[in-house]
Nanobody
Framework: QLQLAESGGGLVQPGGSLRLSCAASGFTLDYSVIGWFRQAPGKEREGVSCISSSGGRTNYADSVKGRFTISRDNAKNTVYLQMNSLKPEDTAVYYC????????????????????WGKGTLVTVSS
C-alpha cells in the first residue's frame, strides 16, 4: 500500500521551532518531487515548499522564506520541513504530497497535480 505519513506537529509558542517529517511506505521517494502544503481553518490549502527528487532544487512560499527549510534523505525515504521563528499565522494542518517525476531537477509541484497525499499533521502556534 502506497502511503505518506507526516509527523512532528504539535503546539509551540511563537518564535519556536518544529521539524516535520514525511515518511513514505510502499514506494520510493527517489523519483518524486515532494511538496509541503498547509491548510488553516477556513482557508484553502496552500503550497509551502517543494523539493526536487535530487534534492538540488527547492522553492518556498514568500510567507515562509528565511524561516522554513525543506530537505530530504532518500536513504530514509523521508522528507523534512524545518520550521523556525514560527508565527501564529503558521497554524494549520500540514500535508506532504508526492508527484512522480523523471526529472531530478523538476520543481513542478502543483496542489492539484500531486499523486500521493499524507493525512496531515496539526501545527498550532500559540502562547
Amino acid at each position: 500500500q502506497l502511503q505518506l505519513a507526516e509527523s512532528g506537529g504539535g503546539l509551540v509558542q511563537p518564535g519556536g521551532s518544529l521539524r516535520l517529517s514525511c515518511a513514505a511506505s510502499g514506494f520510493t521517494l527517489d523519483y518524486s518531487v515532494i511538496g509541503w502544503f498547509r491548510q488553516a481553518p477556513g482557508k484553502e490549502r496552500e503550497g509551502v515548499s517543494c523539493i526536487s527528487s535530487s534534492g538540488g532544487r527547492t522553492n518556498y512560499a514568500d510567507s515562509v522564506k528565511g524561516r522554513f527549510t525543506i530537505s530530504r534523505d532518500n536513504a530514509k525515504n523521508t522528507v523534512y520541513l524545518q520550521m523556525n521563528s514560527l508565527k501564529p499565522e503558521d497554524t494549520a494542518v500540514y500535508y506532504c504530497a508526492a508527484r512522480t517525476s523523471n526529472s531530478g531537477s523538476s520543481l513542478y509541484c502543483p496542489r492539484v497535480g500531486m499523486h500521493y497525499w499524507g493525512k496531515g499533521t496539526l501545527v498550532t502556534v500559540s502562547s
